[in-house]
């Protein structure tokens, strides 16, 4: 962690940290909307999920852990990637038909899908958040951030600087 009370991001950003097994929704949100806003981590993000059919929420769960000093074995992530088999179907075809509609639609109306998606987004997280606080964290060993990169597609491997940036990783 960052030496203080365990719920200061190592990034210094006031974001909560995840305590070891007990990741929390309002923790990760709030991490993901700070490091999502970043310019360059959401286009690696938008990378990552239409060129390499990567899971956002995933990727940017990793990348919290990682910037609090843990990780994950490939077994632990293989479950975190089953855990998303129902909500990643939902998700994706709830995008495919958002970005269908986008030019029938009024500008209300296109607002409210995405806030609907935002809810699919914060479901799926919940239940990453379940499988993950199941599994064994890591103190050392390879990043698990780069190693979901490695397992979409070795190409995407390039995306794993990005999508850690700004933060004070170890």
Known sequence: MDGTSGTTGGNGSGVPSPLKQA??????????????????????????????????????????????????????????????????????????????LKPQLSRGAYQKMLNYELTLEKFQQQELLACINQQPWLDKGPSAVELYCEQLDIAARYLYPTLMKGLNTR
């Open 23 to 100: 990741a929390t929704p309002d923790g990760l949100w709030q991490f993901c909307l700070h490091h999502y806003s970043k310019q360059e981590v959401k286009h690696a993000s938008l990378k990552l999920q239409d060129s390499f059919k990567g899971n956002v929420n995933l990727a940017l769960l990793l990348v919290w852990l990682e910037d609090a000093g843990f990780t994950l074995s490939a077994h632990s992530l293989a479950a975190l990637r089953q855990s998303l088999t129902h909500s990643e179907t939902l998700l994706t075809r709830y995008r495919l038909m958002r970005r269908e």
